[in-house]
């Protein structure tokens, strides 16, 4: 029997949106925005900068429109993009789950390598909750796995708490 502690253990994290969120400031250098049609494209390449480390297969514009256009919450201004001049660097987006009923969901967080230390991801996260929170849902669920050390952490900053399972 394998007894090691599960690194890569998929986790659930909560934070309830009832507590203050910290204040909001954008990173010296970037604008923080909500994605526009036509977009679409480049948020692709940039997620797939973010998430291409880790070998996985290469999403397409059809995933993103899996994940987002056919999904009925969906709406361009939930999903959040920094950039670097013209260039799209990181994301964050204020989505919806079912847990039970309708709760807020913080999705496909992730920063372009080239980019990552400079505040991006905890100033999209919170503007996210931000947005979870002005759209009135109480609570604020996100899925990752433990071997995501730099987001658990980044996570647990902005209050999140690891829900046991
Ligand atoms: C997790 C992830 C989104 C973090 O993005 P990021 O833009 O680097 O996040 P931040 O800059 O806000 O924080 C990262 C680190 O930089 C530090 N930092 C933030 N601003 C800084 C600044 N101005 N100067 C120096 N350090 C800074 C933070 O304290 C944090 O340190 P820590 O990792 O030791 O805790 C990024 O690592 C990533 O895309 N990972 C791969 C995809 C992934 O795992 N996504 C999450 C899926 S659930």
Known sequence: MNTAPNSTRSIRMHRSLGQPLPQYAEPEGFIIRALRPGEEEAWVRMK???FGE?????WTIEDFHATFT???CCDYKRVFVALKGDHMVATASAWEAHYGGPVGLIHWVGTHPKYRGH?????????ALEELSARGYADAYLNTSLAREPAVRLYKRLGFRILEP
């Open 48 to 50: 797939n900068a973010a």
């Open 54 to 58: 880790e070998g996985g297969r290469a």
């Open 70 to 72: 056919r999904e009925p």
């Open 119 to 127: 505040g991006l991801g905890y100033a999209l996260t919170l503007r």
